[in-house]
């Protein structure tokens, strides 16, 4: 038996090109390198594969979480709600005119809001040269909930009270800005002094109670009073039957 190189143990055909080319070594006669580079791109499709199952799965987790987090918004989800809805001054002396200030607040923002159907932003309003009754409507949503809410603007006149010695002197007696012709009144008649109520003729009649018994006032007369607006209106003056009463409580109902 002859002496064997142990450099020949292996067949040729496993052995291999001696370059490298492209990064890769390629076996002699097993794969051309076509065949090489075909099942090393596998191979690294196959790696890929991984990292993009391992994504995959990341992704379900997100949209699992996602989902979870829509259930609970929808179990947390609060309607909104107008908080407070007002209007300064809501009440204006006949004859004027008026820069009306709308302020409102919100529990949350809302999506859209609007007056009377013109959309408004921030939570304030301003309106000018405002001479008759008004009524402002704020409409708000969130997308899910629409709510809405009025304020009123009204106009009236001066309602006068107070002691006198005659009735040429009404208007420089204390005054309420009011359409209510009901109220309870304490004044000091000294000598000379008579109880006077003054009311606008649109609000009717009234009748007096002092100590809970009625009476104690003369007739109404009509007397045409003018505003510090310019405004005319005719009043009826009320002059308690004696002078002199002190000070005295009184009690004004309407008819």
């Given at each position: 038996?002859?002496?064997?190189?142990?450099?020949?143990?292996?067949?040729?055909?496993?052995?291999?090109?001696?370059?490298?080319?492209?990064?890769?070594?390629?076996?002699?006669?097993?794969?051309?390198?076509?065949?090489?580079?075909?099942?090393?791109?596998?191979?690294?499709?196959?790696?890929?594969?991984?990292?993009?199952?391992?994504?995959?799965?990341?992704?379900?987790?997100?949209?699992?979480?996602?989902?979870?987090?829509?259930?609970?918004?929808?179990?947390?989800?609060?309607?909104?709600?107008?908080?407070?809805?007002?209007?300064?001054?809501?009440?204006?002396?006949?004859?004027?005119?008026?820069?009306?200030?709308?302020?409102?607040?919100l529990n949350k923002s809302p999506t859209s809001q609007n007056i009377n159907g013109t959309p408004v932003t921030d939570n304030t309003k301003q309106y000018a040269g405002v001479s008759y009754e008004q009524t402002y409507t704020l409409n708000v949503t969130d997308g899910q909930t629409n709510v809405s809410k009025s304020v009123n603007i009204s106009f009236a006149n001066q309602i006068y009270y107070g002691v006198a010695a005659d009735l040429t002197t009404?208007?420089?007696?204390?005054?309420?800005?009011?359409?209510?012709?009901?109220?309870?009144?304490?004044?000091?008649?000294?000598?000379?002094?008579?109880?006077?109520?003054?009311?606008?003729?649109?609000?009717?009649?009234?009748?007096?109670?002092?100590?809970?018994?009625?009476?104690?006032?003369?007739?109404?007369?009509?007397?045409?009073?003018?505003?510090?607006?310019?405004?005319?209106?005719?009043?009826?003056?009320?002059?308690?039957?004696?002078?002199?009463?002190?000070?005295?409580?009184?009690?004004?109902?309407?008819?």
């Amino acid at each position: 038996m002859g002496f064997m190189d142990s450099r020949n143990m292996f067949d040729h055909c496993n052995c291999f090109v001696g370059d490298i080319e492209d990064g890769k070594r390629y076996p002699f006669n097993v794969f051309n390198k076509e065949e090489s580079d075909e099942r090393y791109a596998k191979k690294s499709t196959e790696a890929d594969l991984s990292t993009l199952a391992a994504e995959v799965a990341n992704k379900a987790d997100e949209s699992e979480t996602e989902a979870i987090r829509a259930r609970l918004d929808a179990l947390e989800y609060i309607p909104i709600k107008i908080n407070s809805f007002t209007a300064s001054p809501s009440l204006c002396e006949m004859g004027s005119e008026n820069t009306i200030e709308l302020a409102w607040s919100l529990n949350k923002s809302p999506t859209s809001q609007n007056i009377n159907g013109t959309p408004v932003t921030d939570n304030t309003k301003q309106y000018a040269g405002v001479s008759y009754e008004q009524t402002y409507t704020l409409n708000v949503t969130d997308g899910q909930t629409n709510v809405s809410k009025s304020v009123n603007i009204s106009f009236a006149n001066q309602i006068y009270y107070g002691v006198a010695a005659d009735l040429t002197t009404i208007t420089e007696l204390p005054k309420v800005l009011s359409n209510n012709k009901a109220r309870t009144i304490t004044v000091n008649a000294g000598a000379g002094q008579y109880i006077i109520y003054a009311i606008p003729s649109r609000l009717g009649d009234v009748s007096f109670y002092v100590s809970g018994f009625e009476g104690g006032f003369e007739a109404p007369v009509d007397q045409i009073i003018t505003n510090e607006s310019g405004y005319q209106e005719t009043y009826k003056v009320y002059r308690s039957t004696n002078a002199n009463l002190g000070k005295t409580t009184v009690e004004v109902r309407g008819e």
